[in-house]
Nanobody, 117 residues
Framework: QVDLVESGGGLVQVGGSLRLSCAASGLTFRRNNMGWFRQAPGKEREFVAAITWIASRTYYAESVKGRFTISRDTPNTVYLQMDSLKPEDTAVYYC???????????WGQGTQVTVSS
């Protein structure tokens, strides 16, 4: 059984920072691409960032480039460092894993991030 468990969400003021973590179990972490997505109320889920298992290449949505940083750490954790947060970053953030981008096979339950102005 594959489990992805997110943590680190919460309430933060505009301009603040949060670091999300995703702990993976039940999969070969080193052979999986990892991604972060988010879904705001009334909106569709959208891509935020990804990191590949080969060469740890990173990809970001334009809306978060320069503010968010995705990283991964052995044995099984991926992080999303979020700086200079804006109210429009408010959403439920999901961790995902997959063998071949842009497909993700496994998803976490999500963690709420709220940015107050």
């Amino acid at each position: 059984q594959v489990d992805l468990v997110e943590s680190g969400g919460g309430l933060v003021q505009v301009g603040g920072s949060l670091r999300l973590s995703c702990a993976a179990s039940g999969l070969t972490f080193r052979r999986n691409n990892m991604g972060w997505f988010r879904q705001a109320p009334g909106k569709e889920r959208e891509f935020v960032a990804a990191i590949t298992w080969i060469a740890s290449r990173t990809y970001y949505a334009e809306s978060v480039k320069g503010r968010f940083t995705i990283s991964r750490d052995t044995p099984n954790t991926v992080y999303l460092q979020m700086d200079s947060l804006k109210p429009e970053d408010t959403a439920v953030y999901y961790c995902a894993a997959g063998n071949q981008l842009p497909v993700y096979d496994y998803w976490g339950q999500g963690t709420q991030v709220t940015v107050s102005s």
